[in-house]
């Protein structure tokens, strides 16, 4: 992982080589050109060969993960008594097995690997960036804690909305597993109405709360990335100058 964050990261100061080095002082010579060239290309790919198989590693994982806790889950269940059954609807229960194992998987897959890879990025870019300039590294630094603060305020608001998207979610799944089982009394006492409308009804739920989940998404997005793409300009702005 680090590796491929070091070669990642590698690119760019090529890239700063080249314009401090031949476009500022107007030398290009071919052999040193290409050199530097066939590097960021290979660095480039040595980079996404390491990414490739940094996913594949944790998808594994990901995988034997949900599969012995779907397993763990199936044998708590068949140890649970009778009238444990009675109260818990069992559309709720293949919900939990089925799709709250594959949060897990998600977990594994998307964040823990997200953390980790953009840790090594950040600690390579640290690195990269006092090389070239301490001072564009501090204010770098100076960003961090107000996107933390806002990571902070995202899972605060965010969390219990994802619970309720996750009990809307098992009790749609109650409902099509009730209406599938019970379809011959629902038809017979003409309750195809009734049923239909209750399911609209969990599923406009569901819509609103997933509608809702993303909306912090929306208006934290685009304020906590502003800063990086203003230094980013005038990073630019004083290439171009050069």
């Given at each position: 992982?680090?590796?491929?964050?070091?070669?990642?990261?590698?690119?760019?100061?090529?890239?700063?080589?080249?314009?401090?080095?031949?476009?500022?002082?107007?030398?290009?010579?071919?052999?040193?050109?290409?050199?530097?060239?066939?590097?960021?290309?290979?660095?480039?790919?040595?980079?996404?060969?390491?990414?490739?198989?940094?996913?594949?590693?944790?998808?594994?994982?990901?995988?034997?993960?949900?599969?012995?806790?779907?397993?763990?889950?199936?044998?708590?269940?068949?140890?649970?008594?009778?009238?444990?059954?009675?109260?818990?609807?069992?559309?709720?229960?293949?919900?939990?097995?089925?799709?709250?194992?594959?949060?897990?998987?998600?977990?594994?897959?998307?964040?823990?690997?997200?953390?980790?890879?953009?840790?090594?990025?950040?600690?390579?870019?640290?690195?990269?960036?006092?090389?070239?300039?301490?001072?564009?590294?501090?204010?770098?630094?100076?960003?961090?804690?107000?996107?933390?603060?806002?990571?902070?305020?995202?899972?605060?608001?965010?969390?219990?909305?994802?619970?309720?998207?996750?009990?809307?979610?098992?009790?749609?799944?109650?409902?099509?597993?009730?209406?599938?089982?019970?379809?011959?009394?629902?038809?017979?006492?003409?309750?195809?109405?009734?049923?239909?409308?209750?399911?609209?009804?969990?599923?406009?739920?569901?819509?609103?709360?997933?509608?809702?989940?993303?909306?912090?998404?929306?208006?934290?997005?685009?304020?906590?990335?502003?800063?990086?793409f203003l230094a980013g300009a005038v990073r630019?702005?004083?290439?171009?100058?050069?």
């Open positions: 992982m680090w590796i491929a964050a070091a070669a990642e990261v590698s690119g760019p100061l090529l890239i700063s080589y080249f314009i401090d080095n031949m476009v500022a002082k107007h030398t290009l010579p071919l052999k040193l050109v290409a050199g530097l060239a066939v590097a960021y290309i290979g660095l480039q790919l040595l980079a996404a060969l390491l990414h490739y198989n940094q996913s594949l590693l944790f998808n594994r994982a990901a995988v034997g993960v949900v599969q012995q806790l779907r397993s763990d889950v199936m044998d708590a269940a068949l140890h649970q008594p009778l009238s444990e059954f009675d109260t818990q609807p069992v559309g709720q229960l293949i919900s939990r097995v089925t799709n709250d194992a594959e949060v897990i998987r998600d977990l594994y897959v998307t964040v823990v690997a997200t953390v980790l890879r953009s840790a090594a990025l950040i600690g390579a870019m640290l690195v990269a960036m006092f090389s070239l300039d301490w001072r564009m590294a501090l204010v770098a630094i100076a960003i961090f804690p107000a996107v933390l603060i806002v990571m902070i305020i995202y899972q605060r608001y965010s969390t219990p909305i994802v619970r309720r998207v996750r009990a809307w979610l098992a009790d749609i799944n109650d409902g099509f597993n009730e209406v599938i089982n019970g379809m011959g009394v629902i038809q017979q006492f003409r309750q195809q109405a009734r049923f239909g409308e209750r399911m609209r009804e969990a599923s406009y739920a569901h819509y609103l709360a997933r509608d809702a989940d993303a909306a912090p998404g929306r208006f934290s997005a685009a304020p906590a990335a502003e800063p990086f630019a702005a004083d290439a171009v100058r050069l």
